[in-house]
């Protein structure tokens, strides 16, 4: 069975499209949990109907905690075997879980299935586009499947899984642990980072009509690309603060956050202050880390 997770705040007049997108799923062994984090509309309205039509929408409300928290209690409270992330204003195009249970059940090396996005203004969900902005093709997506270096390179540099996108076993969260409720955004680039470094493997799939589908409003995370594309606070947690990664695995995302904060420099030609003391800390503290890291090696011969 796989359990879709939606956390939402005060979405209510998406989640009806939101839990419409879930019904209609070709692949129908699904179970739906819905995190209402302390809304103060009419979300608790919506979902009610729903209910009473398909028992299989679920509906917990809990104190406003931020929407890691909100994940996390879905997760505890899901028994699928598969995990489906959705955020409240965001939708899947009706094969999307269809075609990437099938993905696992011909492959048992796949931890986790993801394809391509499709991004919507909220004015025009029949417009798609592959990018946030419409201005670049897809090609920003590495479309791999892979595990270890290969996904920790390109997720040192980029965050390429939207939160709908991918498909996971619930076993990885055994194996890398629920949402970091201590980051305000960022946590989902910070759990797939998690999952890479765990060496789970990552399967691109891609189908017609299997597409996440994510809008694009004011106020919505996925707008905030200056944010979305900060990589600084994700490469100090994952290098200098993390205390089983390889010395291989902090040089691969070393090399990427150079690469990454460069193309940022010729980009935009200026940091901000914040970016440029980020980077200056971390080339201070990188050899410092590897220092550390040698010397517990040693200690465990």
């Not at 739906?32 to 209910?51: L, R």
């Not at 959705?86 to 986790?112: P, T």
């Not at 990454?260 to 030609?269: I, Q, V």
């Not at 201070?284 to 890291?293: H, R, S």
Request: aromatic share 14%.
């Amino acid at each position: 069975m796989v359990s879709v997770i939606i956390p939402t705040y005060n979405y209510a007049h998406y989640l009806t499209e939101t839990l419409q997108s879930v019904k209609e799923q070709t692949y129908q062994d699904w179970e739906c949990i819905i995190i209402d984090d302390e809304s103060t509309d009419n979300t608790q309205e919506i979902v009610k109907e729903f209910m009473l039509i398909d028992k299989r929408f679920k509906y917990i409300y809990i104190e406003n905690k931020g929407v890691s928290n909100a994940r996390n209690v879905g997760i505890k409270a899901s028994s699928g075997d598969l995990i489906q992330f959705l955020d409240g204003d965001d939708l899947l195009q009706s094969n999307k879980i269809k075609s990437q249970v099938e993905v696992f059940e011909r492959s048992s090396s796949a931890d986790i299935v993801y394809n391509s996005p499709r991004f919507f203004d909220d004015n025009d969900k029949h417009k798609l586009r592959s990018s946030l902005k419409g201005n670049k093709s897809d090609d920003w997506m590495p479309k791999l499947s892979a595990k270890g270096s290969k996904v920790i390179s390109q997720l040192s540099k980029i965050n390429f899984l939207v939160i709908n996108s991918p498909l996971l076993k619930r076993s990885i969260i055994d194996k890398v642990g629920y949402f970091d409720e201590s980051m305000e955004a960022l946590e989902d680039w910070d759990f797939w980072m998690r999952c890479a470094l765990a060496d789970c493997y990552f399967y691109y799939n891609e189908i017609e009509n299997s597409f996440p589908l994510v809008r694009s409003h004011q106020g919505s995370l996925s707008t905030q690309t200056k944010l979305m594309n900060n990589g600084h606070f994700i490469f100090l947690k994952h290098t200098l603060f993390h205390d089983n990664l390889s010395i291989k695995q902090g040089v691969i995302i070393f090399l990427k956050y150079i690469e990454l904060f460069w193309d940022t420099f010729f980009a935009k030609f200026f940091f901000s202050t914040i970016s440029i003391s980020l980077f200056i800390a971390s080339i201070i503290l990188l050899p410092l880390y590897a220092f550390i890291k040698i010397i517990r090696f040693i200690k465990c011969l």
